[in-house]
């Protein structure tokens, strides 16, 4: 793979490091990067011989390094880790790490693309990142694990890592285009919403709120007359994918007129058209096939305790355990717009620099950053959107910003880690995207602290 020299040789270190072992434990991420990066870990273990369990963690707590230290097993960490570097080396683990959140450190056992001058919320994905060192496991065995990069794509997208332009970017782009000369993925234009293999029309255009589609998000007789209106029959339940051309050019002229006319950010509406990615092994009009109906598939598992139905898909069930996660899938995107609208219902309230809501127990922590990121296409766009749920342990905080917000200055893992460590409590992620754990006392003090932090960098 065209990689830079000293990247390629510290995934080389990593890998032979990796393989002198004959039982490896992975730890991994609860969300569709984090899945798919453990099961190419997996998958490359055992094709070569190497024995491998696989853990599933919501975040890498002190508590969850110790006990990982305690198994004295030697530990890859996929999609995480970084962020938690220095404890891992206390810990006295022996480790390698391939993950792509701000690192806290370098390490030679450590494979970041922050280490390397690239983006990791952009650029490379946990899962791509891992599968750089599964491509060097995989050295004159299985064509080196080239049909794992279909994989990888999966976890890049579910990590949005393609919203930036409608297409994945730099390193990730390599790894694209490695599985497209492969023939195990295809690289296409089309309509970027989700459900375009498996919904109905209709159903598709009805349940999408990123973008916000007035007159149409959330509202069934809405989609189906905006359909007909462009002389197009509802009636046989056509999917996207069953349409003519000249039916898909109808209905994205017809999007982009809608969203002009309610002056939707023109950014918005760009994105609506872009790449996607289809998995060319897996069945047409199937989830697997295309990237993002994949990655949502995955996150409607581990997000709910239920990784290991996530982890047997990537495995190859495409049978009990694809059925449960089909349900699960169901599960989710119900989750998803209850919990958009009780946004709506307890309102977003704005401070000087950013913007808030506390959904309390109403959504689940795991879940409350994917409804804070969809909230972005109705919420005001200069401020960032932080949510905050309870869990067992406290308040989970999540925090999305947009790109403008980025380039102006914004780095939210920066802003979290600080605000969250001032108040008792732990986080990081990316500059676009990031989480914390603090305690409950501590919320009021932790949101100034914030809003004053991002203050700052934008100034
Ligand atoms: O932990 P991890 O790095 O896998 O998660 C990245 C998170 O950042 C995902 O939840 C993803 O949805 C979010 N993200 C975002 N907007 C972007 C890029 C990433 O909300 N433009
Ligand atoms: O959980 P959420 O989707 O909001 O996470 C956004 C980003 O923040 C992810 O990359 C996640 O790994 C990171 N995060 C973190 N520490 C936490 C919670 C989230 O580094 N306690
Ligand atoms: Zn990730």
Not at 42 to 66: H, N, P
Not at 290 to 295: L, P, Q, V
Not at 427 to 441: D, F, K, N, Q, V
């Amino acid at each position: 793979m065209d990689l830079p020299p000293e990247m390629l040789e510290r995934a080389k270190k990593i890998s032979s490091v990796i393989d002198k072992n004959d039982e490896v434990l992975v730890v991994t991420h609860i969300d569709a990067d984090g899945i798919t990066s453990g099961s190419i870990a997996k998958i490359s273990l055992e094709r070569s011989g190497i024995d491998c369990k696989i853990i599933f963690v919501k975040q890498l707590s002190d508590s969850e390094i110790e006990e990982i230290a305690d198994t004295n097993r030697f530990t890859w960490f996929t999609d995480l880790g970084s962020g938690q570097l220095n404890s891992i080396k206390s810990a006295g683990i022996d480790f390698v790490i391939t993950d792509h959140h701000v690192p806290s450190g370098d390490s030679e056992f450590q494979l970041n693309p922050h280490s390397f001058g690239f983006d990791g919320s952009y650029e490379l994905s946990g899962s791509t990142t891992t599968y750089i060192v599964a491509r060097i496991l995989g050295r004159g065995l299985f064509a080196g694990n080239i049909d794992l990069s279909p994989l990888s794509i999966v976890g890049a997208v579910g990590d949005l890592q393609d919203s930036k332009e409608g297409m994945l970017l730099g390193l990730n782009r390599k790894i694209l285009e490695e599985g497209v000369r492969a023939g195990v993925v295809k690289c296409i234009r089309d309509l970027r919403l989700f459900g375009k293999q498996t919904r109905p029309l209709v159903k598709m255009l009805e349940y999408t709120f990123d973008p916000f589609l007035p007159g149409i998000s959330g509202n069934e007789k809405g989609a189906i007359d905006f359909v007909e209106s462009l002389g197009i029959g509802v009636e046989d339940w056509k999917r996207w994918i069953d349409l003519a051309e000249d039916e898909k050019k109808r209905i994205v002229d017809g999007l982009v007129k809608l969203c002009i006319q309610s002056r939707t950010p023109f950014k918005m509406i760009k994105r609506l058209v872009g790449e996607t990615y289809i998995l060319s092994r897996e069945e047409e009009g199937s989830e697997l096939r295309d990237a993002m109906e994949f990655s949502t598939l995955l996150n409607a598992t581990a997000r709910y305790g239920h990784h290991e139905i996530g982890l047997m898909v990537c495995l190859g069930d495409r049978a009990s355990a694809f059925k449960k996660a089909r349900s699960l899938l169901q599960n989710h995107r119900k989750n998803l717009s209850d919990g958009l609208r009780l946004v709506d219902e307890i309102g977003i309230t704005e401070l000087e620099n950013i913007q808030y809501f506390d959904a309390g127990d109403q959504i689940l922590d795991t879940i409350v950053g994917i409804v804070a990121g969809m909230c972005f296409s109705k919420a005001n766009r200069e401020k960032p959107i932080v949510a905050l749920a309870k869990n067992e342990e406290g308040i989970k905080v999540s925090a999305r910003a947009t790109q403008r917000l980025v380039e102006r200055g914004v780095h939210l893992a920066k802003a979290i880690k600080l605000a969250s460590e001032k108040t008792g409590g732990k986080g990081g992620g990316h500059s676009i995207a990031a989480g914390a754990l603090i305690p409950e006392s501590e919320v009021e003090r932790f949101l100034r602290e914030l809003d004053r932090i991002i203050g700052l960098q934008i100034n």
